[in-house]
């Protein structure tokens, strides 16, 4: 009997210890560390930044061609080229469609490079319109300079005074259809261009060719009586 509970004393003592020494080694271990992943983007984000950097590219070379264009020296033609503007409109609502709204730095840009592209446009189409009311100036007085008896200072003032008074007519109209004035502003505006219009033109006519000129200048112009 002592010899059987001794026996099973010792099994005891040495599982006891087996059992400790299993948990030691479980506790003193380093737990394994979780190494996040990183989210593995769309193929449709992909595919949006890379028309995203196209367009950009594509904005940024347009832009430089239009800084490096020379100045005009000699006639120039208007130009018309919507075709940009139209793809880039078209992407963007393609965009909107899909619910992909365009960065904001990409619609900064895009509508920054639409801005400069349309002034350009616009200087260039100012340009033929001043070059070809020049060119209309010029061969009217060239006409009329033999009846009126024109020296060459007077043709030459009297192109400047034509100038000017397209230039305060065309002020006129944007100023009118801008809504910046009423009917009767832009009549009193219109009385005093034209008052401004005959000074000048006094100012280098003898009253002999001014009086010629009043009673024929609707019909040098074209205007009929």
Known sequence: MKDTSLGQLLLVILLGSGSAAVTSSLLSGDEPQVVPQAPTPSVDLVAQLDDLRAENAKLSERIADLELRPEPSERVAAVEDTEFEEEVRAFMEQMSEKEKASPVVLQSKVESALTSIREQEAFQKQQVKDQQRDEWISSRIEKIAPELGL????SDEMALTWRARAEMDAELAR?????????????????????RHQANLQA??????????????????????
């Not at 502003?185 to 009385?191: L, N, P, R, S, Y």
Request: net charge negative; glycine share 8%; hydrophobic share 30%.
């Open 151 to 154: 020296t060459q200072y007077q």
């Open 175 to 195: 100023l009118w259809q801008a809504g910046e004035i009423d009917s009767q502003q832009a009549g009193e505006i219109k009385t005093a261009n034209n008052e």
């Open 204 to 225: 280098f006519l003898s009253a002999e060719q001014y009086e010629t000129y009043s009673s024929n200048i609707n019909r040098w112009l074209g205007r009929g009586k």
